[in-house]
């Protein structure tokens, strides 16, 4: 009895309440994504929704422990001091800026989430490092977008007043004994118990909670987004690697069904030029030319220019980008390297030799260039083109005219292309590469031109109507020049952005991106319209092929003008799990297992056929996706990119 007088009944009831209010707080603002993303994500009812949120308390759990754990220590630690007045208001102010920074991640997802497609991790640590306006961009974001701002105010001072309204009264320990005894043992029951939510279960033989995990009660995997929440998202991608050797099949396999070595055997006299641009966030939904049989109800295009130069060109209708993020699609691009779960360019690996299109030209003679008008070091972009092998690098510093920045990210597209146009082909033949910038958050265009374009349903429809008409005023130019007539023009988006038809809310077609091949030379036959699945990493093997080069490539990637027919596994990852586009079905995976299996044609990935289908074609995806997967991570991880 003398020991359990001992027991400190009021401290851990009041640190349960407390704890418990982390929890409420949590699913309000699981409610808030969705509210603000549901478009994107859909749920058909109440008890889904409610499915949904029971079962992200096991995530809310983990970021509710990793957040709290010093607050959960000195709360229980015996230092007799713990009920004064000093004490508690040390505690309060611990508890509310851990947590209030933990929290205010999930806000931030209101709205980028449209833009990333999956909740928010480290990654955006990487995409940070580059970056020198991040203040100013916040301030600006927190302008256009005020309702998140005041929902984390009004949440935090409801949780701020909630949390005084349960007080500790002050108290000494009548026992020393029994309350530091009783307090060793609270300590040790709650270590077990902290341990145990950060990993998500007491089992050893499992490993700990991951995002992945989210879609394990989930019909459709986006709501897997609704599952996790961004504190869990981030800490658990803290420090992360995913990249890890695997063994699925032999290497014989590998060689015979994924043959991630091509070669073409094309005949070329005149090497033709190469111009490759990247355009910043260009979905495929804002274009006419790859919408035209898509039966979108009231459709508008953005971007007349690129509609008429598709009647002119070969374009892929039907083409996925292998990324997310800007950084994302450079690699994909250039270099046929996708990125996955966790992305090849902020791995530990991505610096080593790597064969791309870049080194290809190289080999062959050619003057190589990359444009990009932001400071130089933006996105991570002149590292990595250090790493391909670029003979030059033009960027905001060697435009050298600030009065045309934008004032946030990067020279104005128009006056950037026009230097663009100018400065390329003193050494013929060239490949070059621009990547756009206008397009983009925070969605501006140069006040000479407010009025001259729609404003669209949209914000992004305005900006990626200036880059169109920038674009065009390229072309202008660029058909002046001397080098022109034998160039090959090379037009995609880095990702996708925001979207305005149910078509594009669907899961795969957040990765739509067009895909442009144009000549003015006849002779390379780059005119009409393909149907078949196209991705960015077969950019680099066809214009491999179309300039004659003849030796092998280390491409996941095909040709998509040779007459050879290497296979097609068209990959990408919703930041969760690894997405493969084989034959007539798409394959979703976890990094051991294929746990999804739908219908090529079922772009919101809403039926999940795997306990259904065991068909020969099923069957032989999965393993061609868990090969294609293994090959990848071997030769990432052992350095055999070239």
Request: with cysteine; aromatic share 16%.
């Amino acid at each position: 009895m003398k020991f359990l007088k001992g027991l400190r009944k009021q401290e851990v009831l009041v640190l349960v309440y407390r704890i418990f209010l982390a929890y409420v707080f949590y699913q309000i603002v699981r409610l808030l994504f969705w509210y603000f993303n549901k478009g994107l994500i859909k749920i058909d009812s109440v008890s889904d929704y409610l499915k949904l949120a029971y079962h992200g308390t096991a995530f809310d759990t983990t970021a509710i422990l990793y957040v709290n754990s010093l607050f959960i220590l000195l709360s229980l630690i015996p230092l007799v001091i713990n009920t004064k007045r000093v004490f508690q208001k040390i505690l309060f102010w611990i508890y509310f800026i851990t947590n209030g920074i933990a929290y205010s991640m999930n806000f931030g997802d209101f709205i980028y989430y449209k833009f990333s497609q999956s909740r928010l991790t480290s990654a955006a640590l990487q995409v940070a490092e580059h970056e020198s306006n991040l203040s100013k961009t916040f301030m600006i974001s927190v302008g256009e977008h005020p309702f998140v701002l005041i929902w984390f105010v009004v949440l935090m001072g409801l949780w701020v007043f909630l949390y005084k309204k349960v007080k500790i009264e002050e108290q000494k320990p009548a026992k020393l004994l029994p309350y530091f005894l009783s307090s060793v043992v609270i300590l040790c029951i709650t270590a077990v118990l902290v341990v145990g939510g950060i990993r998500g279960d007491f089992k050893h033989s499992t490993r700990p909670i991951n995002m992945v995990d989210a879609n394990r009660f989930v019909t459709n995997p986006l709501q897997g987004n609704v599952v996790l929440n961004s504190t869990f998202s981030f800490f658990r991608t803290l420090g992360t690697n995913s990249f890890k050797e695997v063994h699925f099949v032999d290497e014989k396999y590998i060689d015979e069904n994924v043959q991630s070595h091509k070669v073409y055997d094309r005949k070329v006299e005149n090497r033709p030029n190469i111009v490759i641009f990247i355009v910043e966030s260009f979905g495929r939904e804002y274009s006419g030319a790859f919408n035209k049989d898509k039966n979108i109800k009231d459709y508008v295009s953005y971007t007349p220019f690129m509609d008429s130069l598709a009647t002119q060109s070969l374009i892929f209708p039907n083409t996925f980008a292998n990324g997310r993020q800007s950084i994302h699609g450079m690699s994909s691009v250039l270099a046929g390297i996708p990125s996955l779960t966790d992305a090849f360019t902020g791995s530990p690996y991505s610096n080593q030799k790597i064969q791309s299109i870049v080194s290809v030209c190289n080999d062959l003679g050619y003057d190589t260039s990359f444009y990009h008008g932001a400071p130089n070091g933006s996105m991570g972009f002149l590292g990595f083109g250090n790493i391909l092998g670029f003979k030059h690098y033009f960027g905001k510093t060697e435009y050298n005219h600030d009065e045309d920045f934008d004032g946030m990210w990067a020279i104005w597209d128009e006056p950037f292309l026009q230097y663009f146009a100018k400065n390329v082909g003193k050494t013929q033949p060239f490949m070059t590469t621009v990547f756009t910038a206008s397009s983009h958050h925070p969605f501006k265009i140069p006040e000479k031109y407010q009025g001259k374009f729609k404003k669209g349903k949209i914000e992004m429809h305005e900006p990626i109507q200036y880059t169109d008409y920038a674009i065009k005023k390229y072309f202008e130019t660029a058909k002046k020049q001397p080098w022109f007539n034998n160039t090959i023009f090379v037009f995609t988006g880095d990702h996708t952005n925001q979207v305005y038809y149910p078509e594009y809310e669907k899961a795969m077609n957040r990765f739509a991106v067009p895909l442009i091949f144009y000549s003015p030379n006849p002779e390379y036959q780059l005119k009409g319209e393909n149907p078949e699945t196209a991705q960015q990493i077969d950019i680099y093997p066809t214009l491999a092929d179309l300039i004659g080069y003849n030796k092998p490539l280390r491409s996941w990637g095909r040709s998509l003008v040779s007459d050879k027919k290497y296979p097609s596994i068209v990959v990408n990852s919703d930041g969760t799990s690894e997405q493969f586009i084989i034959g007539n079905y798409m394959y979703r995976f976890d990094g051991k297992e294929i746990i999804g299996v739908y219908d090529k044609s079922d772009l919101g990935l809403e039926n999940n056929l795997i306990s259904k289908l065991k068909t020969p074609e099923v069957e032989k995806g999965k393993q061609m996706a868990k090969a294609w997967y293994q090959d990848y991570m071997n030769r990432v991880i052992n350095r055999k990119l070239n």
